[in-house]
């Protein structure tokens, strides 16, 4: 493709983050909407028309060899993610794979590896870290001096485990289809966490665990993760990550450094940043701090544009934009890995991890 022009994205899923990824697309210059992949034509056509594309697939080599779709957006289920941008991107598609990107690292950098020999574009849509207030946290860790602690946690009660407990299997607790609490809400933790601090020397995980619901009792894959912590050594720092699915998270995260605490809202969607200042006032019976300093931050209503704008803004060619690219890609390799091995420890296991 030539720098500026439109890039033509397909989509694979028909679920509420993909018609809320097709609205940021709608009020997005840079690119159109090409059309939908679904099993079921019908339903792909039905879903390409709402939103105004005019392609339909329900097979997956129809859509990779399509000469009208320069890109693919995939937001199927985990466990599929890898073989479907695999497919696309050894077809010279670039691809925007919806978080989590993989079951699990080794998927994932098979599917980077493709990506790098075809000189396409593959980039996880982490919608939080491609935002103004992500950027925001980035550029006040100066200020803090030499960090040493940092808390982030993001944790609220699903309306589905009510399902689950009443005995229903659920897609996002089925450890078939690479879910769980770690990869649909926990990954929010995770991968904030390398962005700034990169990989641990150290990863501790305990996580709370349940049966998944008609999983034969000797199966590999009969345990699911509703919550949990980990616990990450830097040497240097320590990073402690809280998630789950059946309690409520309110508290704020906090980066904690030698000179200053940064303190924000919203792990999804950083905002209300303030940066207090240590101040030494001899024994006192609680933390107090000094000066203030607040940072503005203005984040998009529906900010999965941010992710969409550096994607093609990569795809188009821009050599800060592939750079940024090859980073996240980096990201997310080292999240994967953290969360294979938190999963590993709790005796979690994805078909993925059992393949060669």
């Given at each position: 493709?030539?720098?500026g ?51 339909a ?10 000469p ?14 890898a ?61 803090l ?7 982030m ?39 904030p ?5 990169e ?14 619901p ?16 980990i ?6 720092k ?54 203030e ?7 998009p ?13 990569a ?10 690219a ?23 296991r ?7």
């Open positions: 493709m030539t720098q022009q439109k890039v033509r994205i397909a989509t694979i899923g028909t679920s509420g983050i993909a018609q809320r990824f097709l609205d940021a697309l709608a009020g997005y210059e840079g690119a159109t909407y090409a059309g939908a992949y679904s099993r079921d034509l019908g339903r792909a056509r039905a879903f390409s028309s709402e939103h105004g594309g005019t392609l697939f329900d097979s997956l080599d129809e859509l990779c060899a399509c009208d779709a320069d890109a693919v957006y995939i937001s199927s289920p985990n466990a599929v993610h073989s479907q941008a695999l497919a696309c991107v050894r077809a010279g598609k670039h691809v925007l794979v919806e978080k989590a990107f993989a079951s699990n690292a080794r998927e994932a950098k098979r599917v980077f590896d493709a990506a790098a020999e075809q000189g396409v574009v593959a980039m996880e849509a982490m919608r939080s870290i491609h935002t103004p207030g992500f950027r925001a946290v980035v550029e006040a860790l100066p200020q001096g030499e960090v040493r602690l940092a808390q946690g993001f944790a609220k009660v699903t309306s589905r485990i009510s399902r689950l407990r009443a005995g229903e299997r659920l897609n996002v607790f089925d450890p078939r289809l690479a879910g769980g609490s770690l990869m649909d809400i926990g990954i929010y933790c995770v991968e966490a390398m962005a700034l601090f990989r641990p020397s150290t990863v501790s995980a305990s996580l709370v665990t349940t049966q998944v008609g999983e034969p009792a000797d199966s590999p894959y009969r345990k699911v993760d509703l919550a949990g912590a616990l990450l050594g830097y040497g240097d320590v990073v402690t990550l809280s998630f789950g699915k059946v309690s409520d998270d309110l508290a704020p995260c906090q980066v904690e450094g030698e000179r200053a605490t940064l303190i924000y809202q919203y792990i999804t969607k950083p905002h209300d940043l303030r940066v207090v200042e240590h101040v030494d006032r001899g024994m006192t019976w609680g933390t107090v701090g000094g000066n300093r607040t940072v503005a931050v203005e984040n209503e529906n900010d999965m544009v941010c992710e969409l704008a550096d994607f093609c803004e795809v188009n060619g821009d050599a800060v934009a592939i750079e940024h090859n980073m996240w890609a980096d990201v997310t390799l080292a999240s994967l890995e953290v969360m294979d091995e938190a999963r590993a420890q709790a005796g979690i994805f078909p993925a991890d059992d393949e060669a």
